[in-house]
């Protein structure tokens, strides 16, 4: 039922910018928290940034300050805006929402759970 999908990866060389868009569609009511993840080859998938759906943020020390998250809860949509990047920034970045709570027939809600987008790659070049 619940589908995310993420866009804006490519190359770019160190110092430049990607901002990252993942869209949730299906029948939601909300989101609780929103978050990237990236994973660099022969490492493990780890955290990037999270926002939660009243817009409290957090961010991996290694991308504070240069990279910032944000939401659109209208459009169920999950940015991530990467400035300064570096070669080390490399790696498939993967969209989450955690605590999605559907929309029923019956006029309630439900709560379904976890889902991830199937990944955009983000390669920085020295």
């Known amino acids: 039922q619940v589908q995310l999908v993420e866009s804006g990866g490519g190359l770019v060389q160190a110092g430049g910018s990607l901002r990252l868009s993942c869209e949730a569609s299906?029948?939601?009511?909300?989101?609780?928290?929103m978050g990237w993840y990236r994973q660099a080859p022969g490492k493990r998938r780890e955290l990037v940034a999270a926002?939660?759906?009243?817009?409290?943020?957090n961010y991996a020390d290694s991308v504070k300050g240069r990279f910032t998250i944000s939401r659109d809860n209208v459009k169920n949509t999950v940015y991530l805006q990467s400035n300064s990047l570096k070669p080390e920034d490399t790696g498939v970045y993967y969209c989450?929402?955690?605590?999605?709570?559907?929309?029923?027939?019956?006029?309630?809600?439900?709560?379904?759970?976890?889902?991830w987008g199937q990944g955009t790659q983000v390669t920085v070049s020295s």
């Open positions: 989450n929402a955690a605590g999605v709570v559907a929309s029923t027939s019956s006029g309630s809600t439900r709560l379904l759970g976890n889902y």
């Open positions: 299906g029948s939601i009511f909300s989101i609780n928290a």
């Open positions: 926002v939660s759906s009243g817009g409290s943020t």
